[in-house]
């Protein structure tokens, strides 16, 4: 099962949830004092809307230079999507994006080959190089070298979440065999989403990725990277087809009551659809949308808006 475009020519739509993850660029002040219960209700919410995935992110710890803009609440990925899987029943689950190079691979594959088995086959494993030095120090990866590892981490990811039961795998970085893992996942093949937008990223998401997974690129940008992502695979001889995403501008459908914020696009949602249809113009194939509010209610008011008013109009 892949995301691309849906039957009516549509691009698919997917959102990284609140709570989880409360970096001050994004995060909400009603976050601060949410938890399971919200993350729950949410989860169902964006699942009637008819989204294609909920997403999570992925820090291990972060230092204290950098936690008044990053904050220390990250949940960990495989926990929360998880317990989301166990109260949804079709919405697929994205790490957006996991540093798999903080880990081994045997040990990011068991636990996302779990995940994928106990959720019926709804994972999609999106992965990024991390940024944060402290974290790669303290677990002992060479933060130098990070780009490096999650290039082989991919292939051996790649193995570890095969048909194998006792996959194989032999780089410079990591080096097994003959060790089994059950559960296999349910999937025949678990899509793996690559993260960036550095050139080295880009390249890496054309030559290894299932998807590409833009962080940031104004709009202006994204055609000159999908013209380079599509130039790369075709190069290499890759004619599997690629899910391109964008990340869209925050959203608010309707006419806010409240200082939303100068980029934010609010409106009917003609207005808005009109709008968020030039990405699917540009080639992308699902878009990540995130939604001011002031409280759950609220989100979930602009979700449900969302999924009946605006994505019906995206074609």
Do not use: N
């Not at 993850?21 to 219960?37: F, H, K, L, R, V």
């Not at 636990?111 to 019926?120: E, K």
């Not at 494993?125 to 940024?131: E, F, I, N, P, Y």
């Amino acid at each position: 099962m892949s995301i691309q475009d849906l039957p009516d020519g549509r691009p698919a739509y997917g959102i990284q949830l609140p709570v989880q993850s409360q970096s001050t660029i994004y995060a909400e002040s009603w976050e601060a004092g949410a938890g399971a219960d919200d993350l729950v209700a949410i989860a169902r919410a964006v699942e009637d809307a008819g989204f294609a995935y909920l997403a999570v992110c992925d820090h291990v710890a972060i230092p204290r230079r950098l936690a008044p803009a990053m904050s220390t609440v990250w949940y960990d990925p495989v926990a929360t999507l998880a317990h989301l899987a166990a109260v949804t029943g079709r919405i697929r689950l994205l790490s957006h994006v996991a540093v798999v190079g903080l880990r081994h691979p045997l040990l990011s594959a068991k636990q996302y080959a779990t995940l994928d088995h106990l959720s019926g086959g709804r994972l999609i494993l999106g992965v990024g190089a991390g940024h944060v030095r402290e974290e790669f120090e303290v677990l002992g990866v060479d933060f130098g070298q990070r780009g490096a590892v999650l290039d082989e981490a991919v292939d051996a990811l790649r193995a570890a979440l095969g048909h194998d039961e006792f996959p194989s795998h032999h780089g410079k970085f990591y080096d097994f065999e003959g060790l089994g893992q059950r559960p296999r996942p349910a999937q025949q093949r678990v899509p793996v989403w690559v993260g960036g937008s550095s050139p080295a990223a880009v390249r890496r998401a054309a030559l290894k990725g299932d998807g590409w997974l833009p962080q940031g690129d104004p709009r202006d940008r994204l055609p000159a990277q999908i013209a380079r992502l599509r130039r790369l695979r075709e190069e290499a001889g890759i004619e599997e087809p690629i899910t391109v995403g964008a990340i869209t501008e925050p959203l608010y459908v309707g006419t806010p009551d409240w200082a939303v914020g100068r980029r934010t696009l609010t409106g009917a949602p003609e207005a808005l659809a009109e709008s968020l249809r030039a990405y699917g113009e540009m080639g992308v194939h699902q878009i990540q949308v995130r939604f001011r509010s002031r409280s759950r209610a609220e989100l979930i008011d602009q979700i449900q808006a969302f999924g009946a008013d605006v994505a019906p109009r995206l074609a």
